[in-house]
């Protein structure tokens, strides 16, 4: 009897964990981190970079909800839906979490059930991988022109609802049996404005040639690990896909010798699973599973016009106090984008927000204080955050009770502590001019930490949960991004 064979079946079995990926990516990010080094020179970008600037132009108006072409509010329940029924819609929640400082409320919410694409690309050149990084603007971006992934794009957009052009190097991301995949992962976005919004972020490595396209531009991950520096430059999607890079490992305290200092030599220690942790991954897996068990979060769609406390004004969704966030219209108009105009909502962030991770040093490793925290728009309810992250002035009118743990460790920390902190935008397709001073904080690790929601975690442990769905939410992924960074760079 004749046996057919396929390619699958004759292919070598894998063995192991790959090595060799950490490797090549810790030579890219040794590669262009020192500005006096090879591939230090980022003049060549910064040209590229005003290029962008001038044939990127987006004008954007604020206009009433009332007169957004293309959206229409129900006149029964005020939500805001699309003429198309796709993209998204803006409705209202009802949230009951049991125990909480606040144990109810109720808020508008982003429905978009869609899982978009965020996707760098990868290529050796020389021997050194770079990733392709595109330059884009959205409409809530404070500054204009960001740093964002090769590909950034929602079902809705992809499928081409809107009649525009195709989005460049998609195909890649969609089939990707001729290339190799480095990370493919469906992640969580804002729990407190998105509801089980989620994304699929890839990384992805390409043998063959592949055009550079006007807009797009190659970059170590040095080079990246630099800008990631530069205040409001790297938008909220490349973050999330670096830090979903199969980064950290033995490969990186090879690579980076010697450390520059104790705290720089903690960090790649932390980088590495050789080193351990203060708690075992099956402990940190149990004590997420706990959490998530024993909290309760109880939430019900309402109609948006019902919402308490929330009222519509002049074309516009606010909260009574003033604080929290408006819901706004604004009207694009653009020539470097797939359609020249479009209108839609969006959610306006009051104030700027503080995202920090409170780090220590435990037996010579780097570990951060992670939260697992509960938000409404969580698919599994509970997520690891950051040590704080929060809009200090939404505290004002709510009970002390409410303030968040080590927020004001974080406020008052010393220049000498500060590891990390630059001001970076979230995403600019959804939320206006949202941005967050992000923060890595140093501090002596002592008892006042040890609380039931809060627990020390290396790097190593983080990347690890990044290689699953719904551990490592939005925030933290930005600041393993720049842990990550400052493996390099480790002065700000």
């Given at each position: 009897m004749a046996h057919h064979t396929t390619a699958e079946q004759t292919a070598p079995l894998s063995v192991g964990p790959d090595v060799d990926t950490p490797r090549r990516l810790a030579v890219s990010a040794v590669a262009g981190s020192d500005p006096a080094g090879p591939l230090g020179d980022l003049d060549g970008f910064r040209q590229w970079f005003e290029q962008c600037h001038g044939r990127a132009t987006m004008a954007v108006r604020q206009v009433s909800l009332d007169d957004l072409a293309g959206w229409r509010t129900d006149q029964d329940t005020g939500d805001i839906t699309h003429d198309s029924g796709r993209f998204f819609t803006v409705g209202g929640l009802e949230v009951h979490r049991s125990g909480a400082p606040v144990s109810t409320w109720s808020q508008p919410i982003i429905n978009q059930p869609e899982v978009g694409v965020l996707g760098i690309l990868v290529k050796e050149f020389d021997g050194v991988a770079h990733l392709l990084m595109q330059g884009k603007v959205e409409p809530g971006n404070a500054l204009g022109l960001q740093l964002s992934p090769t590909v950034q794009a929602t079902r809705s957009n992809y499928t081409r609802v809107h009649g525009g052009s195709a989005v460049p190097y998609l195909d890649i991301f969609r089939d990707t049996a001729r290339h190799r995949v480095l990370a493919d992962v469906r992640q969580s976005e804002q729990g407190a404005w998105f509801r089980q919004k989620r994304n699929r972020n890839m990384v992805v490595e390409v043998t063959e040639e592949v055009r550079e396209l006007p807009g797009f531009y190659w970059l170590t991950l040095g080079q990246v690990h630099r800008l990631l520096a530069v205040e409001d430059l790297i938008n909220m999607d490349a973050r999330t896909v670096l830090a979903c890079l199969p980064f950290a490992g033995p490969a990186l305290r090879e690579a980076i010798v010697p450390p520059h200092g104790?705290?720089?030599?903690?960090?790649?220690?932390?980088?590495?699973?050789?080193?351990?942790?203060?708690?075992?991954?099956?402990?940190?897996?149990?004590?997420?599973?706990?959490?998530?068990?024993?909290?309760?979060?109880?939430?019900?769609?309402?109609?948006?016009?019902?919402?308490?406390?929330?009222?519509?004004?002049?074309?516009?969704?606010?909260?009574?106090?003033?604080?929290?966030?408006?819901?706004?219209?604004?009207?694009?108009?653009?020539?470097?984008?797939?359609?020249?105009?479009?209108?839609?909502?969006?959610?306006?962030?009051?104030?700027?927000?503080?995202?920090?991770?409170?780090?220590?040093?435990?037996?010579?490793?780097?570990?951060?204080?992670?939260?697992?925290?509960?938000?409404?728009?969580?698919?599994?309810?509970?997520?690891?955050?950051?040590?704080?992250?929060?809009?200090?002035?939404?505290?004002?009118?709510?009970?002390?009770?409410?303030?968040?743990?080590?927020?004001?460790?974080?406020?008052?920390?010393?220049?000498?502590?500060?590891?990390?902190?630059?001001?970076?935008s979230e995403e600019g397709g959804r939320f206006y001019r949202s941005r967050n001073t992000y923060a890595v904080v140093e501090v002596e690790r002592d008892s006042r930490h040890e609380r039931q929601d809060f627990r020390w975690m290396p790097v190593h442990q983080l990347a690890d949960l990044l290689r699953h769905s719904h551990y490592v939410n939005v925030q933290a992924r930005t600041l393993v991004a720049c842990l990550h960074s400052l493996t390099i760079r480790t002065t700000r």
């Amino acid at each position: 009897m004749a046996h057919h064979t396929t390619a699958e079946q004759t292919a070598p079995l894998s063995v192991g964990p790959d090595v060799d990926t950490p490797r090549r990516l810790a030579v890219s990010a040794v590669a262009g981190s020192d500005p006096a080094g090879p591939l230090g020179d980022l003049d060549g970008f910064r040209q590229w970079f005003e290029q962008c600037h001038g044939r990127a132009t987006m004008a954007v108006r604020q206009v009433s909800l009332d007169d957004l072409a293309g959206w229409r509010t129900d006149q029964d329940t005020g939500d805001i839906t699309h003429d198309s029924g796709r993209f998204f819609t803006v409705g209202g929640l009802e949230v009951h979490r049991s125990g909480a400082p606040v144990s109810t409320w109720s808020q508008p919410i982003i429905n978009q059930p869609e899982v978009g694409v965020l996707g760098i690309l990868v290529k050796e050149f020389d021997g050194v991988a770079h990733l392709l990084m595109q330059g884009k603007v959205e409409p809530g971006n404070a500054l204009g022109l960001q740093l964002s992934p090769t590909v950034q794009a929602t079902r809705s957009n992809y499928t081409r609802v809107h009649g525009g052009s195709a989005v460049p190097y998609l195909d890649i991301f969609r089939d990707t049996a001729r290339h190799r995949v480095l990370a493919d992962v469906r992640q969580s976005e804002q729990g407190a404005w998105f509801r089980q919004k989620r994304n699929r972020n890839m990384v992805v490595e390409v043998t063959e040639e592949v055009r550079e396209l006007p807009g797009f531009y190659w970059l170590t991950l040095g080079q990246v690990h630099r800008l990631l520096a530069v205040e409001d430059l790297i938008n909220m999607d490349a973050r999330t896909v670096l830090a979903c890079l199969p980064f950290a490992g033995p490969a990186l305290r090879e690579a980076i010798v010697p450390p520059h200092g104790e705290f720089h030599a903690a960090l790649l220690a932390s980088c590495d699973a050789d080193s351990g942790g203060l708690h075992s991954m099956a402990e940190v897996l149990s004590w997420v599973t706990d959490i998530r068990t024993h909290t309760e979060v109880a939430t019900r769609e309402l109609p948006l016009a019902a919402l308490p406390d929330w009222h519509r004004v002049d074309g516009t969704i606010s909260h009574v106090s003033g604080q929290f966030f408006d819901v706004i219209g604004v009207e694009v108009r653009t020539r470097t984008r797939e359609v020249p105009g479009w209108s839609q909502p969006m959610i306006a962030a009051k104030g700027t927000g503080l995202v920090a991770f409170l780090v220590a040093r435990v037996h010579g490793v780097l570990h951060a204080l992670v939260h697992a925290r509960a938000e409404p728009g969580y698919l599994d309810v509970v997520e690891l955050a950051p040590t704080v992250q929060c809009t200090p002035d939404n505290y004002r009118h709510l009970p002390a009770a409410a303030r968040p743990t080590f927020v004001d460790e974080v406020l008052s920390a010393r220049p000498e502590q500060i590891r990390y902190r630059t001001l970076l935008s979230e995403e600019g397709g959804r939320f206006y001019r949202s941005r967050n001073t992000y923060a890595v904080v140093e501090v002596e690790r002592d008892s006042r930490h040890e609380r039931q929601d809060f627990r020390w975690m290396p790097v190593h442990q983080l990347a690890d949960l990044l290689r699953h769905s719904h551990y490592v939410n939005v925030q933290a992924r930005t600041l393993v991004a720049c842990l990550h960074s400052l493996t390099i760079r480790t002065t700000r």
